[in-house]
């Protein structure tokens, strides 16, 4: 069975912190991996993430794939507190088919 | 701008009815579509993939018999909950593909069903 494992659930920090979110996963036929922001609604994406080493950068966040360890991190440095949210990581598998791992909620404090 | 939209994003309903939640491809013609629901403080569970033309082909526990998807056009795709319960109560939200392994989410619908 597909997985995907994120950490920590939650994670309080303040205003200017730099945090790191971890993903790890475990399907068939991996494809690539995704991270998204849930606020109040819908996810909105972040990053695609297909090779392994590749930094995929937008101004304060960054994101890295390790696919031989089957892993991978979200930073986000400097946070605001328009950061605070839930960010889900999600394994893209076989035919379309994405996996979400339970989500890091993220809350900023000033 | 908006890739996805849903309609409605709100909906209160009395046990037993029907519901019908629409997801519409904004700007391109979108031959798969995914419909997920998420209860509160838990993750997107993918219920369906919806493919234009063709059956939709559901996940392990969903009822496809409850849970009627219709992919009638490349920019709409229609989850009816039928015969809602309380326990069918969750955020209802539809995604597509664009591009390589990117999907877009729609806005989502609150389902409450009293």
């Known amino acids: 069975e597909d997985k995907v494992v994120q950490s920590p659930l939650s994670l309080v920090v303040h205003e200017g912190d730099t945090v790191t979110l971890n993903c790890s996963y475990e399907?068939?036929?991996?494809?690539?991996l995704l991270w998204y922001k849930q606020e109040k609604k819908a996810p909105t994406f972040l990053f695609m993430l297909?090779?392994?080493?590749i930094e995929k950068k937008s101004g304060r966040l960054s994101s890295i794939l390790d696919k031989k360890e089957l892993f991978s991190i979200l930073n986000i440095t400097a946070t605001q507190t328009g950061d605070s949210a839930v960010y889900l990581c999600a394994a893209g598998a076989g035919s379309y088919q994405l996996t979400f791992g339970k989500g890091t909620k993220l809350s900023v404090i000033p | 701008g908006a890739v996805v939209s849903q309609h409605p994003s709100r909906v209160i309903c009395k046990s037993g009815t029907s519901v019908k939640i629409e997801c519409r491809s904004l700007d391109f013609q979108a031959t798969t579509m995914f419909w997920y629901r998420q209860f509160p403080k838990q993750s997107l569970m993918l219920m369906a993939t919806s493919n234009e033309g063709s059956k939709a082909t559901y996940e392990q526990g969903v009822e496809k018999d409850k849970f009627l998807i219709n992919h009638a056009s490349l920019t709409l795709s229609t989850l009816t909950v039928t015969s809602a319960h309380p326990e069918d109560s969750s955020f209802y939200i539809c995604s597509l593909e664009r591009g390589t392994d990117t999907q877009y989410f729609g806005p989502g619908t609150r389902l409450t069903v009293l």
């Open positions: 399907v068939t036929n991996f494809r690539s």
């Open positions: 297909t090779s392994s080493g």
